[in-house]
């Protein structure tokens, strides 16, 4: 029954059975992010008389990454995922009305435009193979640097705008499927990865910023990997 059972095996995941001896490999990842904050207030913005609403936005970017896959047994992989992150977010405030706009609530948005370095680190649960097919779940922990803060931050001080930590800590999860191709193994996948630190420098004198108590990035990626 066993050599029966293991032809069949063979013959429904060939291309699986051909990547299942790599040890380790290799690879680049491409995808889509929908980036923004979530946002909480401070105890200036209940007794501020200017604006009555602050609210993250999300904005669109891409991403582009390297792979390091380190096969843990049959079901389990370390992940590494060093690469670039482009993205766009936004705040946007939402005014008192003024009695010169007759009674239209203006609104106003705060752009920030960011290149991040990133460093995720991974764990990856595989289920069985089945005809070449592997669906999975991944959890993990990434830490990104804006390279482009120091420009922004000049644009920041004479603009007096809200400014971000460069500095960002977030776990991730997410899920995908791969298929093993003759050549290459092909993995869409779906990945939120959520801030767990403030990255909002305060500004006491700053109105747009006094009235922000913590923001926290929140990233949404659709990813497709390529492995060999």
Do not use: C, W
Not at 89 to 115: D, F, M, N
Not at 123 to 130: T, W
């Amino acid at each position: 029954m066993e050599s029966l059972s293991a032809q069949f095996n063979a013959k429904d995941n060939y291309n699986y059975l051909d990547f299942q001896r790599k040890a380790y490999y290799f690879g680049m990842s491409f995808g889509y992010n929908s980036s923004g904050y979530q946002v909480n207030h401070s105890r200036n913005f209940v007794s501020n008389d200017s604006i009555n609403i602050v609210e993250g936005a999300n904005g669109p970017g891409i991403n582009l990454q390297m792979i390091l896959n380190l096969k843990i047994g049959e079901y389990f992989d370390f992940r590494i995922l060093p690469g670039f992150s482009f993205s766009e977010r936004r705040l946007e405030y939402t005014s008192t009305p003024l009695a010169q706009t007759g009674g239209i609530v203006p609104i106003y948005t705060k752009k920030i435009e960011s290149v991040f370095a990133e460093i995720p680190f991974q764990i990856r649960f595989k289920s069985a193979p089945y005809k070449d097919k592997r669906m999975y779940v991944m959890a993990g922990a990434k830490y990104s640097y804006d390279v482009e803060s120091g420009a922004r931050v000049r644009k920041d001080k004479a603009a007096r705008l809200v400014q971000i930590s460069p500095h960002d800590y977030q776990i991730e999860y997410g899920i995908g499927m791969q298929f093993f191709m003759p050549f290459f193994i092909f993995s869409p996948e779906l990945k939120i990865s959520q801030g767990i630190g403030n990255i909002h420098i305060y500004k006491s004198n700053l109105n747009d910023s006094s009235v922000l108590e913590t923001v926290k990035s929140r990233i949404f990626t659709i990813g497709f990997h390529f492995e060999g």
